[in-house]
Nanobody, 122 residues
Framework: QVQVVESGGGLVQAGGSLRLSCAGS???????MAWFRQAPGKEREFVAA????????YYADSVKGRFTISRDYAKNTVYLQMNSLKPEDTAVYYC????????????????WGQGTQVTVSS
C-alpha cells in the first residue's frame, strides 16, 4: 500500500508563486507521479506528470511554461512549482501515483492524496 500526502497550498495573488509537495510512503515502487486539479463545478483535470528517472515529463497546455514538476527520489517526494499563477488556476490540487507508466488519464493512477487547496486572487 502507498500513501501520498500533499502540502503547500494556500492563497496567493495573481502573478505569484506557490510550491506544492507530495510525500509518498509505502513499499510499492512508484513509476509515475502526477498532479491533477479540480476547480469548483468542473471535472478533475491533468496538470503534470513525471516518469521514474525523470526522462519523461508531461504538462497540460494550460500550465506549460509556468509550472514545473520535479521529483526527489531520496525523499520520495514530488514537487510542483507554480509560477505566474492566474485566477483560473484556483482548484484543489491532487497528487497521484501509479505503479506503472501512466499518462494524463486519472484512471491510470493507483493512489491519490486528499488534495490541497490553491486559491489565486485577482
Amino acid at each position: 500500500q502507498v500513501q501520498v500526502v500533499e502540502s503547500g497550498g494556500g492563497l496567493v495573488q495573481a502573478g505569484g508563486s506557490l510550491r506544492l509537495s507530495c510525500a509518498g510512503s509505502g513499499r510499492a515502487v512508484i513509476y509515475t507521479m502526477a498532479w491533477f486539479r479540480q476547480a469548483p463545478g468542473k471535472e478533475r483535470e491533468f496538470v503534470a506528470a513525471i516518469i521514474r528517472g525523470g526522462d519523461d515529463i508531461y504538462y497540460a497546455d494550460s500550465v506549460k511554461g509556468r509550472f514545473t514538476i520535479s521529483r526527489d527520489y531520496a525523499k520520495n517526494t514530488v514537487y510542483l512549482q507554480m509560477n505566474s499563477l492566474k485566477p483560473e488556476d484556483t482548484a484543489v490540487y491532487y497528487c497521484a501515483a501509479a505503479r506503472l507508466r501512466a499518462g494524463i488519464a486519472d484512471r491510470e493512477y493507483d493512489y491519490w492524496g486528499q488534495g490541497t487547496q490553491v486559491t489565486v486572487s485577482s
